[in-house]
């Protein structure tokens, strides 16, 4: 072989053996914004304009602000175990008491609106709650295995579906619900993600790995699965992955705004610009 011509086919050689390596998915050039130190199974959740909602260890709801400082706080009179802080609506907060069944309503600025006992609206234990678009409740009941929606603005069950004509409570674990784009989400960590319309009727289940809850972005959905960001767009279904910043400890939550990523560990918040 002409000497001219190996060098140039080793020069092609070494080019593509190069270009799928620069090609593979990589951590974006994230940029830590603020960092703070948690204890504990802290729980996090973020509104619209990508501020952040923290249930410490003492069960306070601190609001803090895109440079991390603490805006607004929200101390309890009565402690109880927070199972779910939902910030999404633009309206109302939502914070999940599971070991006293209530729901505790708070405005944009932690001020208490309104306190639910969810004992007024069955006799089982509801292991899941997230607000609905029209201002009621979602709720699971895992004793009688009902998805229920309530209107705790005059005390009734507005709907109620038996969910056992569709799952076998034997084999399902149902950890969280999420309406979103008029379709109510409910997580189930041994099998997948149950989809239902916004009047409650099954529509179909997204074979998804072990979760305990998901996160929304325009048209898609997200999950933290071995320390890495997972997305399904909702209608075409593509998926797509990006790495997460590395840490000594693995990641619990993950949750991704607007224009800043949160995450969670059992030491630290860590917010990162997109």
């Keep these: 072989m002409n000497h001219n011509l190996l060098k140039l086919c080793l020069g092609i050689s070494c080019w593509l053996l190069w270009v799928p390596a620069s090609l593979q998915a990589q951590a974006p050039a994230w940029r830590l914004a603020f960092q703070l130190p948690v204890r504990g199974n802290a729980l996090l959740s973020i509104d619209r304009f990508d501020r952040a909602y923290l249930a410490d260890a003492r069960q306070n709801i601190l609001q803090l602000d895109t440079l991390g400082k603490v805006i607004n706080t929200f101390s309890p009179p009565i402690q109880g175990r927070v199972a779910m802080v939902e910030a999404w609506s633009p309206a109302k907060i939502m914070v999940f008491y599971d070991d006293r069944q209530r729901v505790q309503l708070l405005d944009r ?20 709650a997230t607000l609905a678009a029209d201002d009621r409740l979602w709720l699971f009941d895992e004793t009688t295995f009902r998805l229920l929606k309530i209107d705790t603005r005059v005390n009734q069950v507005g709907f109620e579906n038996p969910l ?8 399902h674990d149902i950890t969280f619900l ?14 997948g993600v149950y989809v239902f319309d916004n009047m409650g009727n099954y529509q179909k289940k997204l074979a998804l790995p072990t979760l305990s809850y998901v996160g929304f972005v325009g048209d898609e959905l997200y999950y933290l699965s071995n320390n890495q960001l997972h997305f399904q767009h909702l209608y075409t279904f593509q998926t797509r992955t990006v790495a997460l910043p590395e840490q000594p400890l693995p990641y619990r939550q993950v949750l991704v705004g607007d224009k800043f990523l949160y995450l969670l560990t059992n030491e630290a918040l860590l917010a990162y610009r997109r």
Aim: charged share 35%; aromatic share 10%.
């Design 178 to 191: 999420r309406e979103y784009q008029s379709k109510l989400y409910m997580v189930d960590r041994s099998s």
């Design 164 to 171: 056992e004509l569709l799952l076998d409570r034997r084999q």
């Design 109 to 128: 600025f932690l001020t208490p609106l309104g306190l639910a006992d969810l004992r007024e609206y069955t006799d089982g234990t509801i292991r899941a």
